[in-house]
């Protein structure tokens, strides 16, 4: 039947809705080629009928079929969007190779495209009085408590604090840290906040 | 928060610190609450910023093992999570609504009314190009030919003006007409001040703007 491939691939999407997919080059290719059998199809029988409207309707079925696949077509990649945006928040500028592995080529580029723009907005803010911009990816949670107790998970090597000081970072070491500082060693698997 | 957290900031300024944070708590409340993207506060932001500014500099000539020196630092954390937070809702919407977003602003800035600043409406111009691009690049042109056209209006997403929200009125407020969708019956309330209410957003809609009523 019409339109079956792209149910299975937005169903197969919506599966994980917190994770994101390997993208499914396959099947978007097959998708893809039934919408051209559909048109030929299409194409043939309206040359064909000009003066005979019996198979009118045969057209318009088709016809559907093919908006409905570029329609769901279209969700899959905007859905996609949206979680790839998530991953800019999460992981900054660079994309872990295992991630990146998960997005097609295109997605890629929409992707650096995406975190440029971010980064150029960013930039701009509060440039009237002298500031360099805010990272907005920063303070992502509310803050509760000045300092947290972190946990080292690698061997990192040193950190340099704000106020100079400076501390090793070793693996399976406990520190006693400014929030602000640690957040995105946090987020890139580097502390480990103990609760 | 009391003034006295901010008072190593406001000196000879005629709008206090106080003052301005209170309006920025006003509006990130109001755009978190309200469905639509809300005008924009940047003059209330960049105050704030430079008073950010002007506090950090006052805590680091205090000695490091002050008392107060926590206790800023810590209040100057929480207003930067307000302003980031405020900043990242407003781009949010943006990139939800982009495209009515963008339409409804082109008219904006012709009637010098703008909702964005000027690098929020960069920005959304380039998020619209860039999904344009990139959902070109992967579907519209390898699909057949009279499908290849990507509907800017058939992309959009509007906000929901009919959604329910919480309220507080800061000023009396007569005539507010509720529209009555399915008859043509429409109700006529008067609001007082302070007093709580549950209403729909588009008749309040402008009250939000112009500050008449706070979303809670």
């Known amino acids: 039947m019409f339109g079956e491939k792209v149910i299975e691939l937005l169903k197969e999407a919506e ?16 998708i893809i080629q039934e919408m051209h059998i559909l048109f030929k199809m299409n194409m043939d029988d309206a040359n ?19 908006e409905r696949n570029k329609r769901c077509l279209l969700a899959y990649l905007y859905n996609r969007m949206n979680k790839i945006k998530t991953l800019r928040w999460e992981f900054g ?56 107790e972190v946990l080292c998970v690698t061997d990192y090597g040193k950190l340099e604090l704000e106020d100079g000081d400076v501390i090793m970072l070793k693996k399976n070491s406990r520190h006693y840290l400014p929030t602000e500082e640690c957040q995105t060693l946090i987020r890139q698997g580097v502390l480990k906040q103990i609760i | 928060m009391d ?21 920025l708590q006003n509006a990130w409340q109001n755009e978190r609450l309200a469905p639509e993207i809300l005008p924009h506060h940047n003059d209330m932001v960049e105050c704030m910023l430079g008073q950010i500014q002007h506090m950090e500099r006052n805590i680091n000539k205090l000695p490091k093992t002050d008392l107060r020196s926590c206790i800023h630092k810590m209040e100057l954390n929480r207003i930067k999570y307000i302003i980031c ?44 190009t ?56 429409d109700e006529e ?12 957003y588009k008749p309040i809609a402008d009250l939000v703007k112009n500050g008449k009523v706070q979303l809670v």
């Not at chain 1, 809705?17 to 978007?28: F, R």
């Not at chain 1, 064909?48 to 093919?66: C, D, F, G, I, P």
């Open chain 1, 15 to 30: 599966r994980n809705s917190d994770t994101i997919d390997l993208y499914n080059d396959e099947k978007i290719r097959q």
């Open chain 1, 48 to 66: 064909a009928t000009t003066e005979n409207k019996s198979l009118w309707t045969t057209v318009q079925v088709r016809h559907s079929a093919l």
């Open chain 1, 93 to 148: 500028s660079v994309l872990p190779p295992d991630v990146r592995e998960l997005l097609s080529d295109s997605e890629y580029e929409w992707f650096s495209k995406y975190s440029t723009n971010l980064a150029s907005y960013m930039r701009s803010l509060g440039e009237d009085i002298g500031y360099s911009g805010i990272d907005l990816t920063e303070n992502l949670r509310p803050p509760k408590s000045l300092y947290i």
């Open chain 2, 3 to 23: 003034a006295e957290d901010i008072e190593l900031s406001d000196d000879e300024e005629e709008i206090t610190a106080e003052s301005v944070l209170k309006t």
């Open chain 2, 85 to 128: 937070n405020y900043l990242k809702t407003r781009l949010g919407k943006i990139e939800k609504y982009c495209i009515a977003i963008v339409n409804e602003e082109k008219q904006r800035i012709e009637a010098g009314t703008n909702y964005l600043t000027p690098s929020e409406f960069r920005y959304a111009q380039e998020y619209i």
């Open chain 2, 130 to 185: 860039n999904m344009e691009s990139h959902l070109k690049n992967t579907i519209l042109n390898h699909v057949p030919g009279n499908m290849q056209s990507f509907e800017l209006n058939k992309m959009a997403i509007y906000p929901n003006f009919y959604c329910h929200v919480f309220l507080k009125a800061n000023e009396t407020i007569n005539g507010i007409i509720l529209e009555d969708l399915l008859g043509d019956q």
């Open chain 2, 189 to 200: 309330i008067d609001i007082e001040e302070d007093s709580q209410h549950i209403l729909q």
